[in-house]
Nanobody, 122 residues
Framework: VQLVESGGGLVQAGESLRLSCAIS????????MAWFRQGPGKEREFVLG????????RYADSVKGRFTISRDSAKKSVYLQMSSLRLEDTAVYFCARRTGSPVDRADAYDRWGQGTQVTVSS
């Protein structure tokens, strides 16, 4: 299984951006997809996750009400819709997969994409 993120870029604070994660290889209803991010000088942190069935969404408190996750099983893709972006959302965003429910520990995921840079400017 390979994960490829896209959609990153430079945006101004308050704007929106949508990231995509294309999945190659088999997908299973027992798996979950998640988005993590790693800001400059920071550890990788969980942003949000969802079961491949489309249920069981889990959000970090810092993005509740601003970010949403969705998936399109036909396109084998997962999306991260980000709105009301803040300077502190600047980070490399990673897509990840695990078997089981989405959790917030990076070491629980066994497949990762290469990441896509999101930069929010004032």
């Amino acid at each position: 299984v390979q994960l490829v993120e896209s959609g990153g870029g430079l945006v101004q604070a308050g704007e929106s951006l949508r990231l995509s994660c294309a999945i190659s290889g088999p997908t299973y209803s027992s798996s979950s997809m998640a988005w993590f991010r790693q800001g400059p000088g920071k550890e990788r942190e969980f942003v949000l996750g969802i079961r491949w069935t489309g249920t069981g969404e889990r959000y970090a408190d810092s993005v509740k009400g601003r970010f949403t996750i969705s998936r399109d099983s036909a396109k084998k893709s997962v999306y991260l819709q980000m709105s009301s972006l803040r300077l502190e959302d600047t980070a490399v965003y990673f897509c990840a997969r695990r078997t089981g429910s989405p959790v917030d520990r990076a070491d629980a995921y066994d497949r990762w994409g290469q990441g896509t840079q999101v930069t929010v400017s004032s």
